[in-house]
């Protein structure tokens, strides 16, 4: 097989998801651990080696162009994919570290693990923590598969054969720009416009697509699905569309004004996120900890 010319370094593409899901250079430097001149740098080395502009400049952040939302989406494959091979070699290996292999849905991987594996690391300084982003439906395969040690993921329901623990709550907010006829109404929307709109949807299978769909019923064919929360939000900030997302993933965009919540009469979409690890395995050591450290932080929360 010849490997194909455009795929870049796969730590240059790490920077250009972290951007995105930052939402500026300087925010992506402070997660990477890099000056904002490098992250500078790897962006613009990935957007000369594939010819395309990825990001929208600007005095409030990066924004994505509408080929930087396709290749954002494409790239997170890469970096899952590339995550699962280095933890098969890890399996291989035998590493004498202790290993955590978690597998959760993407608001839960991108807004919450973070902050509970890094107080893991300093429960178990010498535990390896492995986060597999996905759809809840995937985490819940992968969790019976025997793959990963524990899930974590958005959707009402789980399975029968899975025990779990509620470990936060969250809602679904209806999003748009400041400019969408929507938010310049000021009013709130009624269920059947929400429902007769195309919006840019999560993909079936995800926490956040059950959920709207439980509460809604039957909607509108999605104008766009993808794979990310990042990915939508780039969407509905680059185009006219709405779109329904994860309160946790857009509380940044909501408080600098460059989303607006828009209210929907009469409906509400709460939810409770959820560990789920397989009922004759169990639940044990690190991984056991992580679950109680996800409780006791988001207890704590205001």
Same mark, same amino acid.
């Given at each position: 097989?010849?490997?194909?010319?455009?795929?870049?370094?796969?730590?240059?593409?790490?920077?250009?998801?972290?951007?995105?899901?930052?939402?500026?250079?300087?925010?992506?430097?402070?997660?990477?651990?890099?000056?904002?001149?490098?992250?500078?740098?790897?962006?613009?080395?990935?957007?000369?080696?594939?010819?395309?502009?990825?990001?929208?400049?600007?005095?409030?952040?990066?924004?994505?162009?509408?080929?930087?939302?396709?290749?954002?989406?494409?790239?997170?494959?890469?970096?899952?994919?590339?995550?699962?091979?280095?933890?098969?070699?890890?399996?291989?290996?035998?590493?004498?570290?202790?290993?955590?292999?978690?597998?959760?849905?993407?608001?839960?991987?991108?807004?919450?693990?973070?902050?509970?594996?890094?107080?893991?690391?300093?429960?178990?300084?010498?535990?390896?923590?492995?986060?597999?982003?996905?759809?809840?439906?995937?985490?819940?395969?992968?969790?019976?598969?025997?793959?990963?040690?524990?899930?974590?993921?958005?959707?009402?329901?789980?399975?029968?054969?899975?025990?779990?623990?509620?470990?936060?709550?969250?809602?679904?907010?209806?999003?748009?720009?400041?400019?969408?006829?929507?938010?310049?109404?000021?009013?709130?929307?009624?269920?059947?416009?929400?429902?007769?709109?195309?919006?840019?949807?999560?993909?079936?299978?995800?926490?956040?697509?059950?959920?709207?769909? !439980?509460? $809604?019923?039957?909607? #509108?064919?999605?104008? =766009?699905?993808?794979? &990310? %929360? *990042?990915?939508?939000? /780039? !969407?509905? $900030?680059?185009?006219? #569309?709405?779109?329904? =997302?994860?309160?946790? &993933? %857009? *509380?940044?965009?909501? /408080?600098?004004?460059?989303?607006?919540?828009?209210?929907?009469?009469?409906?509400?979409?709460?939810?409770?996120?959820?560990?789920?690890?397989?009922?004759?395995?169990?639940?044990?050591?690190?991984?056991?900890?992580?679950?109680?450290?996800?409780?006791?932080?988001?207890?704590?929360?205001?």
């Amino acid at each position: 097989m010849v490997l194909p010319a455009r795929v870049p370094d796969l730590s240059a593409l790490d920077v250009v998801v972290s951007v995105a899901r930052q939402g500026s250079m300087s925010a992506a430097a402070r997660e990477q651990n890099l000056s904002q001149q490098a992250i500078s740098a790897r962006v613009h080395a990935v957007e000369r080696e594939l010819g395309v502009v990825l990001f929208r400049r600007s005095p409030s952040g990066t924004e994505l162009t509408p080929e930087g939302v396709a290749v954002l989406e494409w790239a997170s494959g890469l970096l899952d994919a590339a995550e699962r091979f280095s933890a098969g070699i890890d399996s291989l290996l035998g590493s004498k570290r202790a290993t955590v292999t978690v597998a959760a849905s993407m608001t839960v991987a991108e807004y919450l693990i973070p902050s509970w594996a890094l107080a893991l690391r300093r429960l178990h300084p010498e535990t390896r923590i492995r986060v597999q982003p996905m759809n809840s439906a995937d985490v819940i395969r992968d969790v019976l598969a025997g793959s990963v040690d524990v899930g974590f993921v958005e959707g009402p329901h789980t399975d029968s054969r899975l025990d779990h623990r509620a470990v936060a709550h969250d809602e679904l907010v209806v999003i748009t720009r400041p400019d969408h006829p929507w938010a310049r109404a000021g009013r709130a929307i009624s269920p059947a416009e929400l429902m007769r709109t195309p919006l840019v949807q999560r993909e079936l299978g995800s926490g956040t697509r059950v959920t709207f769909e !439980a509460a $809604l019923g039957e909607a #509108a064919d999605p104008l =766009l699905e993808l794979t &990310s %929360v *990042a990915a939508v939000k /780039a !969407a509905v $900030l680059s185009s006219d #569309a709405p779109a329904v =997302l994860s309160s946790l &993933s %857009v *509380a940044p965009e909501l /408080a600098d004004g460059k989303l607006v919540r828009i209210e929907v009469s009469g409906v509400a979409m709460p939810r409770v996120l959820r560990a789920v690890w397989d009922r004759n395995r169990g639940l044990r050591g690190p991984a056991r900890d992580l679950v109680d450290l996800a409780i006791t932080r988001s207890s704590a929360s205001p």
